[in-house]
């Protein structure tokens, strides 16, 4: 049996002695560890917060082998399981007490004059101005004109995102169950020239989202895929679904999303 864990950590401090010991306690137990990415393994194991988990993802190209996060940094919306509860985790998971959760990846298609490249994120992406103005932006939906949009940009989030930028522009929590996409409006105009929508929109999840520049001065939009930034010029459109790609995420057998939720943003 293949007994490969890969371990992915930020440069903190909490995040380097984590490491040392999870290290320690997987040789203990029985298992090989790489600190690079490894397609033999059978788990892969970030430590950090939400971002190092993103870019643990990022780094290894999407990977098909399942990921668990260890939380050493804030929220932890992803890596779930604290330090403390670093043998109970091993223990588990040679038990085979964990669910596995797949999260469906957002795909962004954009097409500009030289061509067309597809970004993948996990929770969301946001178009917006390269400079510190408004953006006047064509909003459709499956093929339908939904309005023109100014403001400061559209954010377009999968149901995992919903709790991240989502949450913080006024868009709707999704229990990640629910396959949907999200637009959601980042200080939207209302005034009589400018009349946009000021809540979010949730589609089906084989919704195809479209945005693209209203006017032809829009030419260097910012486009921000789970906090990395791509800048294109002369933009012609700009394509979001919900991709066949996902990604593996194992979680401790008693998770729970709304639980979760309480826990980590209503303090319940």
Not at 18 to 34: M, N, P, Y
Not at 117 to 137: F, M, P, Q, W
Request: proline share 3%.
């Amino acid at each position: 049996m293949n007994k490969i864990i890969t371990i992915s950590s930020n440069n903190t401090k909490k995040s380097l002695e984590t490491r040392e010991i999870l290290h320690k306690k997987l040789i203990d137990t029985g298992f090989e560890v790489d600190y690079e990415y490894n397609p033999n393994a059978q788990l892969i194991i970030s430590i950090g917060g939400d971002g190092c988990f993103l870019q643990t993802v990022r780094d290894y190209n999407l990977p098909t082998i399942p990921l668990v996060g260890i939380n050493t940094g804030h929220l932890g919306f992803f890596p779930d399981i604290s330090p403390v509860d670093i043998d109970s985790f091993i223990k588990s998971y040679l038990d085979g007490d964990y669910v596995t959760q797949e999260l469906s990846l957002l795909e962004v298609s954009i097409s500009t004059k030289d061509g067309c490249c597809n970004i993948y994120g996990i929770n969301e992406a946001v178009v917006k101005s390269d400079k510190s103005r408004t953006i006047h932006l064509k909003l459709n939906i499956n093929n339908k004109h939904v309005q023109n949009f100014s403001g400061d940009g559209l954010l377009v989030s999968t149901s995992a995102g919903s709790t991240a930028y989502n949450y913080s522009v006024g868009g709707s929590i999704v229990d990640t169950s629910l396959k949907v996409i999200q637009v959601a409006p980042i200080s939207p105009i209302n005034t009589i020239a400018y009349r946009c929508f000021t809540s979010s929109i949730i589609c089906s999840h084989d919704s195809i989202v479209d945005i693209s520049p209203e006017c032809d001065f829009e030419n260097s939009t910012l486009v921000v895929v789970d906090g990395l930034e791509y800048n294109f010029k002369e933009i012609d459109n700009i394509k979001l679904s919900i991709s066949d790609r996902k990604i593996k995420l194992l979680r401790t057998s008693n998770y729970e999303f709304w639980s979760r939720v309480c826990e980590k943003f209503l303090n319940f």
